[in-house]
């Protein structure tokens, strides 16, 4: 009997070898998700896909966008009133102020020029009253100075004017001074540092300040723009907001027959209010500050030039007589003084005609027809000073310009005292008119956004109580 090699079996031969698994290598890349986190965006991207097409995720969306939009209507309406606000504060405070005081500078120089020239030719009798106006005039012009240029760039237009005001105002004073004391001694010298101060007055001085008040005259102008302007996306805003709760509030009827939801309804019913709010403040504001600009700045900008005009005058009346023809136009036909007097008063006239034309009351009427009065006065008065000249009787044609009766001086006096009445008038008026202009708007900033957040909580309630239905 054979046997199988090695010893083993025949069975044992054939029996079958099962392999046992394969070893995993130790290397193996664990399973991942895809890199990006993809699989948190698509779960994020089913859930928002879910919320919008079912009823509560749309109610959901609606919520949020309905308080949105409020949000930005509050906001945006409490900046541009804030903004609105402001711009009439700076006119009520500070740009018509100082507008005025441009003015004022102006008026002073103008007045202690003229005041310098009536005391000379009174001589040794030059009452104190005189001097005392003359001393005031130049007091309040460098007071006013000094305010200005604290409120005032040194590198803007204004800045530059109040620089060169500042240079050349002593210098004029000191001339006056010269004339003075030369003019006591009885030397000619006198009249001609006269002269010289005229001169730097009317090309220097009195320029500058006329640059000054148009420069702050600008200022205030476009304060008053700022404060008129209307403020577009607070409205549009709102508007917006409107008809997105008109909409939800539809849609809401539509789903459940239901013809209000309070929340909703007491959120439109919160942003109509604060739209007719800013709308109707805004258009009180606008209308008295116009009121204010056509009404009473204006008129003030035109009786202030009168006012400057009458002061030239006088001066070119008295410089006539302290010159005593020894300066001539250019073409050395006429006596200087004598041809910008005759052209100052014409340019007067035409003032008053204007002051007459914006004044828009009795009270405001009233006093320019004294100063027109008055003006005609003076004219007839100055022919026959100037014919007493002509004649060669001096003494009788300065007691015609300066007497105490009688004389061109109670024409000007009256004149300057009208158009200081109309102007204190004119100031009232235009004071009233921009402060309640700035009063349409106080307290709006805060109750647009006070009201417009309590739409947006309601909004938020009103379609909450909807999502209840479905839990």
Not at 356 to 378: F, I, K, N, S
């Amino acid at each position: 009997m054979a046997h199988p090699p090695y010893g083993g079996t025949a069975h044992q031969a054939a029996a079958p070898v099962h392999p046992g698994p394969e070893p995993v290598p130790a290397y193996a890349p664990a399973q991942t998700e895809p890199a990006g986190g993809g699989g948190a965006l698509a779960g994020v991207r089913r859930r928002m896909s879910g919320a919008a097409t079912t009823e509560p995720g749309r109610l959901r969306i609606t919520g949020a966008l309905l308080a949105v939009l409020l949000a930005v209507f509050g906001v945006t309406a409490a900046v541009a009133v804030s903004e609105r606000a402001a711009a009439a504060d700076d006119v009520v405070g500070r740009s018509q102020p100082l507008s005025r005081d441009a003015a004022s500078v102006y008026r002073s120089l103008a007045d202690a020029n003229t005041t310098a020239s009536t005391g000379f030719l009174a001589g040794a009798e030059e009452s104190p009253a005189v001097r005392e106006r003359y001393a005031q005039d130049i007091s309040r012009a460098s007071r006013l100075l000094v305010t200005a240029a604290t409120h005032t760039d040194a590198s803007s237009e204004s800045g530059r004017q109040i620089a060169q005001l500042n240079e050349y105002l002593p210098r004029y004073t000191g001339l006056i001074e010269s004339a003075r004391a030369n003019n006591r001694l009885g030397r000619p010298l006198g009249g001609a540092y006269l002269r010289y101060a005229d001169a730097l007055m009317t090309e220097e001085l009195l320029p500058a300040a006329r640059r000054l008040h148009l420069a702050e005259s600008a200022r205030l102008e476009a304060d008053h723009e700022a404060a008129r302007s209307w403020p577009l996306a607070a409205p549009a805003a709102g508007v917006v907001a409107l008809a997105v709760l008109g909409w939800a509030q539809r849609r809401n009827y539509r789903l459940t027959n239901r013809v209000f939801n309070r929340g909703l309804l007491g959120a439109t019913v919160a942003a109509a209010l604060v739209l007719l709010w800013v709308v109707g403040a805004q258009a009180l504001a606008s209308s008295r500050l116009h009121e204010a600009d056509v009404h009473a700045q204006r008129s003030l900008d035109v009786l202030n030039d009168a006012r400057i005009d009458a002061l030239r005058a006088r001066a070119n009346e008295n410089l006539t007589l302290v010159a005593r023809g020894a300066v001539l136009t250019d073409d050395g036909k006429d006596d200087k003084y004598a041809a910008e007097y005759a052209q100052t008063m014409d340019t007067l006239g035409a003032a008053l005609e204007k002051a007459l034309h914006h004044a828009d009351d009795e009270e405001g009427r009233r006093p320019v027809d004294t100063a027109v009065r008055a003006m005609g006065e003076w004219r007839t008065r100055h022919d026959g000073a100037a014919g007493a000249d002509r004649e060669g009787d001096y003494e009788g044609a300065v007691r015609k310009v300066i007497g105490r009766e009688g004389s061109t001086n109670e024409c000007f006096d009256a004149v300057d005292a009208a158009l200081a009445e109309a102007l204190a008038h004119e100031q009232r008026e235009f004071t009233a008119a921009a402060v309640a202009g700035r009063s349409a708007l106080d307290g709006l900033a805060a109750g647009a956004a006070l009201l417009t957040l309590a739409g947006a909580v309601a909004a938020i309630l009103g379609v909450n109580r909807r999502l209840a239905e479905y839990r």
